[in-house]
């Protein structure tokens, strides 16, 4: 090892919310042991937030201070930018550029920012010969970006999928535990600040969406597209759906999913029925699972805390120490020409879970199987629980395997059967 | 990137058996995916086997070979050496010796070599400015080195386990689903291929304890120290514990475990009863499992296929990946200096399972239950099953926990009693 690479690695910070202030506390507590591992020391010489004067919990005497996150980029002390500001453009997006202009390695936490800009941000990291990492963006603590790039970098991915967002996967085990309904959880959630007071990029998927572009494109070395993407929350999932799940033998997980096959890549994040027998049905709270599958390898899982200060913080000085040694392999491939081709959601093939809500009237079977009967749709099992009588009732079917076309179509017509008292809804059922 | 990175990377193999062959494979089948994920092309230049004349599955042509291994450390036309020959000293050893002394790269997957020499091997590593890699040696395809070394180096790590055999799981898993005893399914996985010849190394924990060392070098950094460490096989297991353990809710698995605290480390493999709730509970067949718990991240697990030549392979494979892109940091820590201090099971605190043969006559109970009230022992839980008259009868207890001293004596003190049909066993109930 060269003397220059011993020296101090400097470091400048935009951010000192949750995680910068994590990032900060890991870098004083393990200052030793980080050198000792790096080969080098490392220290914050710049920092940039909103308000200075505000009690962190830490002292930020000595670093430089910035109200401009841009600024940093360019402050001759510094040797590496971290961007903890969030959101995909504005100052996060003119910071990463900045940085990766002056070929400074730049680390990041910001999943949007990388989703929607990281074919252009790699291209620049290339052209800069800058390090671009952004292990925090996806599954928190858990070093998936790390596994896909390098630690599985002798296998031909071909799906890759998990558990990617907590504040979901809490709310669907709490709903289980409890049996009550999504918006009391949420509130709850809310609370205990493990949702956010505007919920929408995480209960809707979006946050999922994003971290699982990230996958395919480090995975498949596809293009980063978030426009490719189905993608559907768990706003509807009522506790009804958890119990008839359970009687079937299995969990409501939102999941994210991304597979390469002849055709192209498909991406998807929406709720699924998995097996009990499956090790991610037993993944709660808010934890976050990776499942990557491959040739040669077969099937690797990677579980861990998906969010939170520490395990947040952990990701981001991992690539620190990962610049501190000298790495500079790129973790997103070059911008693809042509593009990666997406496919979207029109062939699906699953199995369907539908759940009707029906008046209480004869008949009602009858016309239900002719529905399905005439979209060519078999039925694997078929569940109606006891109800009070003139009450509406729920009537529960698995089909066997068919498309996404004909089950939407069926559904379409169900719906508009005189019985049924309220919109049908459907989860897809996913072979892991 | 400069030019001379742009260079094909020329790997020399010593050992073509089943993981020799899996790499040559990778290189051919994903030669494209390597090189652009590499940023360099990778080529097989040389190899060294016992016999040239055997059918393999692929061509040696164009390759050197040599007849001694040592002689491929010296080929100019062989950048990095690759050791797939087995066993701790003879020519795997000698060949490491060679390749690190010309400064070339060495990846091995050879456990026994890592634990027995790591720390001299990790010096020579250095004094020539070497990568040493060794991904491969523990949990096959489970990219857990890079995990601990890189992945979670943010973090202070205080535990690490898992279920490192293959065989012993596949075993242990065969004997739950078929009740059949150890020595059958043995004979069963060695016909199988599953199990070795001679399956001392396996079956007595002696290949989970060189994983164990490695890990606990890599995690915390320790001496590694084969010496230091409590070893027990799952030769002495029934399918009456697999039952009565299914019984009071739990699974018994081979488990390598190693933890850090003020006193030192401890790492002891064994067989332990684990809690049906827990994740790693469900790892069945030939899969390993890792569990690593560090301080900010909190728990992480690892879990995937830990033997056969497509994990193996893409282990080593990704080692040369990783040097095909420049990597130069240690795994394995400097020697300590003075050496880590290790302690022993004589302090060692658990609950225990404790089963005992008795004759069915009267009084045995109460025997049974003033020896251990006389080591001080309480019981948690007792399990006796109902059985012929006249035969003997199987008495299971849970302890409260106690340590392992305490135990001990208790047992030997039973052990002598009038009624005990057969040497009483015991199982380490481990707290995940």
Redesign the interface.
């Known amino acids: ?1 060269s003397d220059g690479n011993k020296a101090v690695l400097k470091v400048g910070i935009a951010g000192l919310g949750t995680v910068g202030g ?1 990032v900060i ?2 870098l004083n507590n ?1 200052e030793d ?2 050198a ?4 080098r020391p490392m220290q914050v010489t710049a920092v940039c937030a909103r308000n200075r004067n505000v009690d962190r919990g830490f002292s930020v005497d000595g670093m430089a201070w910035y109200d401009n996150p841009v600024d940093l980029a360019s402050d001759p002390n510094v040797d590496v930018v971290v961007e903890l500001i969030g959101g995909s453009d504005g100052p996060a997006f003119a910071l990463a550029q900045a940085a990766l202009n002056e070929g400074k390695p730049f680390v990041t936490a910001n999943k949007a920012l990388i989703a929607q800009h990281g074919e252009g941000l790699a291209a620049l990291a290339a052209a800069n ?1 800058a390090p671009l990492r952004f ?1 925090a963006a996806v599954a928190g ?3 998936i970006i ?2 896909l ?8 991915i071909s799906r890759v999928y998990g558990i990617l967002n907590g504040t979901c996967n809490y709310i669907l085990s709490v709903m289980e535990e409890t049996g009550a309904p999504f918006e009391d959880i949420l509130a709850d959630a809310q609370k205990l600040g493990y949702a956010e007071a505007d919920p929408t990029f995480d209960v809707d998927g979006i946050d999922a969406a994003h971290k699982l572009a990230i996958l395919s494109s480090v995975a498949f ?1 596809a293009s980063l597209n978030m426009d490719a993407m189905y993608t559907q929350g768990i706003r509807n999932i009522t506790p009804l759906d958890i119990s008839f799940s359970a009687e079937l033998g299995y969990k409501i997980k939102l999941m994210g999913i991304t597979t390469i096959g002849d055709e192209g890549v498909k991406q998807r994040v929406h709720p699924c029925l998995v097996s009990l027998q499956t ?1 991610i049905a ?2 709660n709270d808010v934890n976050n699972a990776v499942v990557v599958e ?12 998906g969010a939170g ?3 947040t ?6 690539d ?3 610049v501190a ?5 790129a973790l997103l ?1 070059a911008p693809q020409k042509p593009p990666t081709t997406y496919i979207d959601m029109d062939g699906h093939q699953a199995r369907y879970y539908v759940r009707l809500t029906v008046a209480d009237e004869p008949g009602v079977m009858a016309d239900i199987t002719a529905a399905l009967r005439d979209e060519d749709l078999s039925i694997e099992s078929l569940v109606q629980r006891s109800h009070a009588a003139g009450e509406p009732a729920s009537v529960v079917l698995v089909t066997h395997e068919t498309n996404e076309t004909k089950i939407l179509r069926s559904i379409e017509r169900i719906a508009g059967l005189d019985f049924i008292a309220a919109a049908p809804s459907y989860i897809r059922i996913e072979n892991l």
């Open positions: 090892m994590g506390k890991i393990h042991l980080l000792a591992r790096c080969g010969d292990e603590g858990i070093p790390k596994a790039s390098e630690g599985l970098s002798a296998n031909a070395g090790a037993h993944v491959g040739e040669p390898i077969g099937q690797t899982v990677y579980q861990g805390p200060e520490g395990p913080a952990s990701a981001v000085v991992a620190l120490c990962d040694r000298g790495a500079t392999n491939p």
